[in-house]
């Protein structure tokens, strides 16, 4: 962390030199060419430059409302009550959703959701949230105490790693990540001076976790880190893989013996498509293993921004602690009070989605049948995308089982390869900027989110709409076919 | 950052030991005994315990919600509609409402505020955040690309803040922050490992920044410290002060010749009362004074927790931030980005307070009305508040000029001084308890702010509903008196 370079000789006190040096060398994605293209493209087509194609087909984020999904109707009532009281009066809202925003109100100071809330988040709404677990882990008990509201999943992963940043016995502290991996975890690692430890999830068995690479990757990294935590994320974010009980009681034990706290990020728990995939969380599977296992330090990632509400914009999120030194636990609220509150909409939008309408309740039908219609569309995405891209030479790709997200590989001509080290690019990289330039279909590169030395992917989200989604899986189907005819 | 101690002894991996070293001193305020106290007294009150008092009059943080202050109607309309479009066919909605609400879905992405934005915020809504300052700055321009908004000011803050934690000449950075302070600097700076420069604010002549003392903080630091940055809080928090055009001149001068980053909290822009002051921005000031003054580094945080709206639960802010070397802000970007974007409530709280209703407009009168008298009030509260304390014997306070506190000094008597020293506490941290616990009135006591040693305070808030507040300071001075008659 040791700086030398003069400043005096740099007119900026805060200059590249003397910015805090594990910020210098983040690159998370704002300047990947491809996002750089097509905000280039955007703004070209705006302004009326011609293009081969009248729109662009956006399939980088996981970001439902931006790709025409429509919100959860109960829940846009109780916050636009919420919000503006006065509506308490309207008859054409539902009775429940009346009720429901009297409620939260009352739990607000001074009744108005502009006071702020408690650091960890509103008590009634941990409560609910604690409920949530309890049901979603069959009666599993969840302590509400436990539980922690943040501004989205991401600031609360955020805030955990930043506990970890500590060297142990003169080594900095190491967190075991898989690849291909979500690369908030790459960034975030980074920017608090974490170790970061790659294990490689097995394409060849749909992504799974093996034993023996994560036993590889700890004993290669204990070299230089102190191994912390082992980040999980089930189910699989690029890879739309969920994890067996068995796979998960292997990675358990594996924790257990190397005494690493499990970050399960979670955030897809209610994004499951394969008819003989469970969603099945870490805190049941250790409990049910029961001791030692019961007694592992985990954390649990849940958000309101996918599953069927994907309200990203709202950013409320929450984590289940279990195991942790009250001590830590402690530091980490004062950590989190000094921002004084989660966003109060976040909180509120994960009530509901903790504490939906039960049947028998004005809004139950309503709320039943648009939250099963995303999913069960979701559902038949997941399926359309695999098969598409199975279907086309050169692409092979594990089923979507759950999450957003396809991610599969090509098997670039030696040709292209070569094309793409002479212009000192990655392959994929490339491939998704001529992708984008010939076509309007922007997807992300495998190499963001890692990959297998020799192995190119890209990341592809299910979330246009239907016909959409068709349309796009077709125009994509053309150009590769001609791309590989022009590299054979 | 190293940490000897064995882990292996300790059961959990995440221990007291293995914590992130910044993190295990903080002490922010979640623990000091007047508010554990404060919320042992709600839950028996809750549960019907006797009490000399029948209720808590809190006068902790600035919430002007949880006081019982009514939210604005036209920013609570645009909030609901945009929540749940459907109401733009309510015919109890104004025309302006609607299309303000219309033209903010339009900027979102599938038009729903459920979607990311750009990490920095939506264009549009830092637009209208650059024509506000330009407005507020008499004509002076403000770049819309310099304006980023975040999670409310404190996120934004520490985010800034965080930029600075590099060892610069084999020295910490270290950060000049007034005493008394915002507790939420003290510990940002632990948490990012910054030294701590403080300088005492001039209670004889209205808390002014004193030059003199500003070289001499400065010069002490320089033996342990590479200074980087001075925080000055204007409107003051706890102080109540406004700063003078020239004592803002003498600052900019002593941070040019200094290289000192200018790191304006100016959330209380709209919070004047002092006939005689005025608000005048640092960015002002330094564009002003011309060059080399107007190429000085300068962040000035701005919120919506504060001002006419209070709208503190939705947490909006965001930074002006002028003179950033390209490099540092394309990293800040990307440390940003890593949290996808801020909560999209709060960046439309933010747009209506920088793009409020005009003349002609429906939502205009009422507007006005409702705005004018909150900021009535809250001037008739500041010289109620001052006078009455200035009234007590044993207490004096400075005018509170601006934001929304009263930082009252207490002239303990020698024989409570010395009853506190026999039971290990700082006299006014005793006395806050006493306070609470014998009338239901919680301040704050001065030391968690800071001041010179010797003295005493407390923090007083001036939202209460005038009523209540009459009560309150009626109460209060009761109890005062007979205070100083027990220990005279």
Redesign the interface.
């Known amino acids: 962390?040791?700086?030398?370079t003069?400043?005096t000789t740099h007119?900026?006190?805060?200059?590249?030199?003397?910015?805090?040096?594990?910020?210098?060398e983040?690159?998370?994605?704002?300047?990947l060419p491809v996002y750089v293209r097509v905000s280039e493209i955007e703004k070209e087509l705006q302004s009326g430059v011609k293009k081969p194609f009248k729109k662009l087909y956006k399939s980088i984020?996981g970001?439902?409302?931006?790709?025409?999904?429509i919100?959860i109707t109960f829940i846009?009532?109780v916050?636009?009550?919420v919000?503006?009281p006065e509506?308490l009066r309207?008859c054409e809202m539902p009775e429940d959703v009346k009720s429901r925003a009297k409620d939260l109100l009352m739990a607000?100071?001074?009744h108005?959701?502009?006071?702020?809330?408690a650091?960890f988040g509103m008590e009634m709404v941990r409560k609910h949230c604690a409920q949530y677990i309890t049901k979603r882990d069959e009666g599993l008990p969840s302590d509400w105490t436990n539980i922690i509201l943040g501004?989205?999943a991401?600031?609360c992963i955020?805030s955990i790693l930043?506990?970890?940043?500590?060297?142990?016995?003169?080594k900095r502290?190491g967190v075991m990540i898989p690849v291909p991996q979500y690369p908030?975890y790459q960034?975030?690692l980074k920017?608090f001076n974490l170790h970061q430890i790659n294990y490689y999830l097995d394409e060849s068995s749909n992504w799974s976790l093996e034993v023996t690479e994560l036993d590889r990757a700890l004993l290669e990294s204990k070299k230089v880190s102190y191994p912390?935590?082992i980040v999980i994320i089930n189910p699989g974010n690029p890879t739309g893989q969920v994890l067996t009980r068995k796979n998960m009681e292997e990675i358990v034990k594996f924790a257990h013996v190397n005494?690493?706290?499990i970050l399960a990020d979670e955030v897809y728990q209610q994004n499951i498509y394969d008819d003989n995939s469970e969603f099945i969380s870490f805190k049941r599977v250790i409990m049910e293993m029961g001791l030692p296992y019961s007694?592992i330090?985990l954390v649990s990632f849940m958000s309101c921004s996918k599953g069927y509400?994907?309200?990203?914009?709202?950013?409320g999120g929450f984590i289940e602690i279990v195991?942790?030194?009250p001590?830590?636990k402690?530091?980490?609220?004062?950590?989190v009070?000094?921002?004084?509150?989660?966003?109060?909409?976040?909180q509120i939008v994960l009530d509901l989605v903790c504490n939906p309408p039960e049947k028998g309740e004005p809004s139950y039908d309503q709320f039943i049948l648009e939250k099963s219609k995303i999913l069960n569309t979701f559902k038949e995405k997941a399926r359309l995308v695999k098969e598409t891209f199975d279907s086309i030479e050169g692409i092979s790709c594990n089923p979507v089982q759950g999450a957003m997200y396809a991610f599969p590989q090509i098997h670039f001509p030696p040709k292209f390869i070569d094309e793409a080290k002479k212009q000192s690019r990655e392959p994929d990289d490339l491939y998704t900027v001529r992708l984008v330039d010939e076509t309007g279909i922007c997807v992300s590169p495998g190499s963001l989110f890692g990959q297998q030395s020799g192995t190119y992917h890209f990341r592809n989200t299910i979330l246009h709409q239907t016909d959409d989604l068709k349309e796009m899986l077709y125009i994509f189907k053309t150009f590769h076919e001609n791309f590989i005819k022009i590299y054979s």
């Open positions: 962390m040791t700086m030398n003069p400043t007119s900026k006190n805060l200059n590249k030199y003397t910015l805090n040096p594990y910020f210098r983040l690159s998370f994605y704002i300047s984020i970001d439902c409302h931006a790709m025409g999904q919100p846009r009532q916050l636009s009550i919000t503006y509506l309207s607000c100071a001074g108005s959701i502009g006071a702020y809330t650091p501004n989205g991401t600031s955020k930043h506990l970890l940043q500590c060297e142990v016995n003169s502290s908030l960034a975030a920017e912390r935590a005494n690493l706290i007694e330090e509400m994907g309200e990203c914009g709202i950013r195991n942790m030194d001590f830590v402690n530091m980490y609220m004062e950590v009070s000094s921002l004084l509150c989660p966003n109060v909409m976040g």
